[in-house]
């Protein structure tokens, strides 16, 4: 383990911003993480935990800390029944990489997440979902070692207090552990998920008319790479924002206003509109300003175009948040974090 000095974060973040850290370390060990955690030259330093940067903005040019990246791997199967399996995975292993690896053993339950970016140890972060399927439904527990102590925890699905887009780490517990593991309950009797629209439709145009999880995962796959920049062409973090979900009063008020907007309802009292479709009506679809840039195909997703500065990310996200909010009266909050 080396702790190097004034390293670019360039390589470390999908939006692919030029920032630079004081101190960077990668840990593939829980005790290499306590051995730099409890370090005394680190100790008072402020420290920022990373996986593969996929959901980060860098808004300083400057982390005058220690970066410490996690690349604790390994998968293991820890129980197995005739329908079912415990799997723990290393926060550090590629969440793709995962999800690919319970296809190949027939594990279902991950299939929909195919090609989500990034590492197993943040999938609970913000309890990672797509196409109709939430982590939050194979989840088991986690095991994250506390910032200050150096000492493990283990968190039931219950204690992560997951919501959409939410746990507890992004809140009540905000900086204060760092996942080391999770575990995944899997089924070897899959139940399909093929009711988010497009998902039926692709696999139609696939000639699919069995389902399996390596058909849905291909599919899921198809429709991200037909939807989503990638982020080694263009800098990127996936949705910038979260989609609102707003009181079903306001939404019907709003749909008098404006009777194309979409809306799905969430609960009885609330209905999930596409932040998207909010954004494009406010003409930012495709607006580029400088370096930065509003996606051409996806407004909810901002862009860099080479050497754009945190800052000037940051900024232009404000722009969108004020104009949806003088428009539609809906208040816009970030997905990606703000380090
Ligand atoms: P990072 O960006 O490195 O970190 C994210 C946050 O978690 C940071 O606050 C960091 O400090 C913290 N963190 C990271 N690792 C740990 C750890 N081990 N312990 C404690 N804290 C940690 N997300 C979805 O939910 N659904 C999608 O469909 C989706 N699509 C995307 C598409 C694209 C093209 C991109 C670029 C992103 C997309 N995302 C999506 C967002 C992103 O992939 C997820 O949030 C992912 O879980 C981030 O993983 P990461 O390892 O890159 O985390
Ligand atoms: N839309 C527009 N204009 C746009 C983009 C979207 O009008 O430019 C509207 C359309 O009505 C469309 C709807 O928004 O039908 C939904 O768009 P899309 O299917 O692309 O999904 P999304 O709501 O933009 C969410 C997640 C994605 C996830 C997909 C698939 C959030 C914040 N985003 O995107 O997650 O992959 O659904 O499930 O919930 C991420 O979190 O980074 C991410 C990419």
Known sequence: MTVSQNVSLKPFNTFGIEARARYFVRVQTIEELREVLTDPVYRSLPRLILGGGSNVLFINDFFDGLVIKIDITGIAVLEETADA?????????????????????????????????????????????????????????LEAVHLESGESRR???????????????????????????????????????????AIGDTLREMGVTEPSIKAISEAVCRIRRSKLPDPAQIGNAGSFFKNPEIPRLQYETLKMQFPDMPGYVTSPDFVKVPAGWLIEQCGWKGKVIGQTGVHKYQALVLVNYGTARGEEIRALSEEVQKSVKERFGIQLTPEVNFL
Not at 98 to 104: A, G, N, R
Not at 161 to 175: A, C, N, P, T, V
């Open 85 to 141: 399996v415990l799997l723990e995975a290393g926060a550090g292993v590629v969440w793709h990489d995962l999800v690919m690896h319970t296809i190949e053993q027939g594990y279902a339950g991950l299939e929909n997440l195919s090609l989500i970016p990034g590492t197993v140890g943040a999938a609970p972060m913000q309890n990672i979902g797509a196409y109709g399927v939430e982590i939050k439904e194979t989840f088991d527990s």
């Open 155 to 197: 968190f039931t699905k219950e204690e992560c207090r997951f919501g959409y887009r939410e746990s507890i780490f992004k809140h009540g517990l905000r900086g204060q552990y760092i996942i080391t593991s999770v575990r995944f309950k899997l089924s070897k009797i899959p139940v399909f998920h093929t009711s988010y629209g």
